[in-house]
């Protein structure tokens, strides 16, 4: 595909002229509030100003770095395809349209439009249309995800200098908003209560796309057996701002579960389980501990979305979290004082809002550059004064730069009680560079997708590392449940698939909410994945907890109880590298006991992976057993951890099955080269929590390997997902990543 990369030299204002912007039929203005996921096209209107436009000279759109784009892929080559881009104007001159459609989620610039062939006079209008669809184009899906206050900068080049001079009416704002009609319902409550105690109840009501719906009302019913406090029917009130709080509920022993009905819309929510067991050593509390609310140095552009204080609120107030930390680029853009400021007011925000025992803060940034991508995260409310100058050393863009800045890294971990997290992101993190001081745990689940091969590495060259989820969160909703958002791993696709925008959690077994509590467990790797469900996971070995390192004479003895959000499909005992035991499950609560009679002489290690029917996934931390006795080496005939199934179930009628996978050909053809996959088979809709996908299978001849596709159904025009595998654990690297090699155990 004709793909280009903009490049433009700007300039401060005043340049001449006026912009204005508007959505599908709605009048232009200098600001546009859009729906979140509304099929439509964009219009730009520049009218030139007292100086004309000279040809060679032009008119300039841009944004903030990694900001909005009007769509995923904005392209001018192919007016038959998505993200078609055109420009015209009322006056003599022909136009020549640039548009940066080669990586438009990590660049500024979003078009150009160059003057050519005669001037263009006071007066003259240049329109662009972004998702036009007058020559065939489907058009496109607003993004999918709140912004507010999301600058467009707009420039001209008056006397074809090249230089594009910011007019006074620049930026024009475009606002992404929710619809207030409610599609859906979170409703959440703690997952571990004890005996006497009295907790709350929240119900949050969300648009079609997963957004909060600040303006829904609707009359709701509710239905809680055995537990007091709750009404059993409640208004939601459009001034409540899509939420309602109920305080002081208790919950009877066992599992409890709430159940939201909303019979106006038809719609049903269920609340994770809450668990109320006796003699209960250690609370679940969930938390996010890497988000960014924006995308890198975006600190010169602050919204009311990319606040940091807005976004330590929401956490608590809307998602229930209980604890979280917002993280910044370390990723010199705009200078020291920059980023010294951003610095602090990520510390006062999370000073502001940390409150023992109701919600624990901390604060962070994130590392890029040599050895790959990791967080440091602080134990306290303000860090020791330190200058982020200090932090590059004679570095001049990323602080990380070689093996001795990675060093650098871990000391200044090490004598600030500071802890560094591992996670794949843009560049995975290289796990030859490590120190156990300091880096305790990877990221198993992100908004990027399921990264299990990226534990499996770490475990593999002997770390001792737990497993978290986090968000990676670029969309201002941390803790809230996956859902099609930002552009996926798949940038070798014409047109890029649907990240998750946000989701993943971090599990912490823990006996209080405090930070010396948490601080504790994740040292001692009291912590477990998911992808988004609150599920409750206890997994042991001879009575020890996951995280554990244990010594044993003879075969280990394994436990598991998984409260699942949803029934569990399964539990998955992995060994070291191989897949040692299924357990198939047929409701939402599945327990193991399990002898591991082949357990090998020496270390291993050991960890549990639990799926549910809707989609979603829980790791364990690992537990390391060294066995004293046994067996001499592993069983290399049972099948590896990330094996595909040898049969797969096909769930859907043939008709229906085939309606989806001509569905998804004919989008292939359109968008890409729909060669590249052969034997598609769409097997089963999935109910997930980001909306009814279906899921297919399929072989990508490019890689050679099998994938799987969900194709969301609830959206007014194709959101796709691709991932490798025939599950969604995570089982390959990212196909472009180019520091990775394809895991291949030793046989």
């Given amino acids: 595909m004709n793909y280009e990369e903009v490049t433009i030299t700007t300039a401060p204002g005043p340049g001449a002229g006026q912009a204005r912007i508007g959505f599908e039929r709605q009048p232009l203005g200098r600001s546009v509030d859009v729906v979140a996921g509304r099929l439509g096209a964009w219009k730009v209107e520049f009218t030139v100003g007292q100086d004309g436009i000279a040809v060679g000279g032009g008119v300039a759109l841009w944004g903030a770095y990694s900001g909005f784009r009007f769509d995923v892929r904005p392209q001018a080559a192919f007016p038959e395809r998505r993200g078609f881009v055109t420009a015209s104007t009322t006056g003599r001159a022909q136009l020549e349209l640039h548009v940066n459609s080669r990586d438009p989620g990590h660049t500024c610039p979003i078009a150009t439009v160059l003057v050519r062939g005669a001037p263009l006079l006071e007066g003259d209008v240049i329109a662009l249309r972004f998702n036009d ?4 184009s489907p058009g496109g899906l607003a993004f999918l995800s709140v912004m507010l206050g999301v600058p467009i900068y707009v420039g001209v080049d008056a006397d074809g200098s090249g230089i594009f001079v910011e007019i006074a009416d620049s930026p024009l704002t475009v606002n992404v908003v929710a619809d207030q009609r409610p599609a859906g319902y979170l409703v959440l409550a703690p997952s571990t209560v004890s005996a006497g105690e009295v907790s709350s109840v929240q119900v949050v009501a969300l648009d079609a796309c997963g957004n909060l719906a600040p303006g829904a009302a609707a009359q709701l019913i509710m239905e809680a057996p055995g537990c007091s406090g709750l009404p059993e029917r409640c208004f939601l009130s459009p001034l409540e701002g899509g939420r309602k709080q109920f305080q002081g509920v208790s919950f009877p022993p066992g599992v409890s579960r709430i159940r939201v009905l909303d019979q106006e819309r038809q719609i049903e929510a269920l609340s994770n389980p809450i668990c109320k067991e006796p003699q209960q050593d250690m609370r679940v509390f969930w938390g996010d501990i890497h988000n960014h609310a924006y995308d890198s140095s975006l600190w010169l552009y602050l919204t009311p979305t990319t606040d940091p204080d807005y976004n330590y609120r929401y956490a608590r107030e809307i998602s229930r979290l209980d604890f979280f930390c917002l993280n910044f680029h370390l990723f010199l853009q705009h200078g ?8 602090q007011m990520v510390q006062e925000a999370a000073a502001q809002y940390h409150q023992a025992g109701e919600y624990v803060t901390f604060s962070g940034f994130e590392y890029h550059g040599f050895g790959g991508d990791r967080c440091q995260i602080f134990n306290g409310d303000l860090v020791p004064k330190v200058r982020l100058k200090d932090l590059y050393g004679s570095n001049t863009r990323r602080p990380l730069e070689s093996a001795e800045d990675v060093q650098r890294l871990f000391d200044f971990a090490a004598d600030t009680g500071s802890m560094v997290t591992c996670h794949v992101g843009g560049n995975p993190t290289d796990f030859r560079y490590h120190d156990p001081r ?23 060259k002997g770390l001792r590392v737990g497993f978290h989820g986090s968000s990676d969160g670029h969309v201002q909703t941390p803790g809230q449940p996956r859902r099609p958002g930002s552009g996926g791993r798949n940038g070798d696709f014409n047109r890029r698939d649907t990240g998750y925008g946000s989701g993943a959690l971090m599990a912490v077994l823990a006996p209080e909410l405090t930070r010396t509590a948490l601080w504790e467990a994740f ?36 436990t598991a109880d998984v409260v699942g959000t949803v029934p569990i ?4 005992l992995i060994r070291n590298d191989r897949l040692i035991l299924t357990e198939y499950g047929d409701s939402d609560r599945v327990s193991l006991e399990f002898t591991d009679e082949t357990c090998p002489r020496g270390d291993n290690y050991y960890y549990l992976r639990v799926s549910q029917v809707d989609g979603e996934f829980a790791w364990s931390s690992p537990i390391w057993v060294r066995r004293t006795g046994g067996p001499a080496g592993s069983d290399l005939s049972l099948p590896l951890w990330n094996a595909d199934d040898l049969e797969v179930r096909t769930e859907l009628p043939p008709r229906e099955a085939q309606r989806y996978e ?13 060669t590249r996959w052969e034997s598609l088979q769409a097997v089963r809709l999935v109910p997930s929590p980001m909306g009814r996908y279906v899921l297919l299978l399929a072989y990508d001849r490019k890689h050679q390997k099998t994938v799987h596709f969900k194709l969301f159904l609830d959206y007014g025009d194709i959101v796709l997902r691709m991932d490798l595998g025939w599950r969604d654990f995570g089982q390959y690297p990212n196909p472009t990543a180019a520091a990775f090699v394809d895991y291949q155990p030793e046989e």
């Fill in 569 to 572: 499909e399964r539990l998955e």
């Fill in 336 to 343: 020291f004082n920059e980023q010294e400021r951003a610095w």
């Fill in 438 to 460: 300091v880096q305790w745990s990877v990221e198993v689940a992100s908004m990027h997708g399921n990264f299990e091969f990226f534990a499996q590495q770490a475990l593999q």
């Fill in 133 to 136: 669809r007058s020559q065939g």
């Fill in 662 to 674: 001509q569905r998804l050909l004919d989008y292939l053809h359109s968008e890409e080269d729909a």
């Fill in 523 to 558: 040292r001692a790797r009291r912590t477990y994945a998911t992808t988004g469900a609150r599920i409750v996971l206890d997994f042991r070995a001879n009575g020890q907890l996951m995280g554990q390192e244990i010594t044993s004479d003879r075969p280990p003895v394994f």
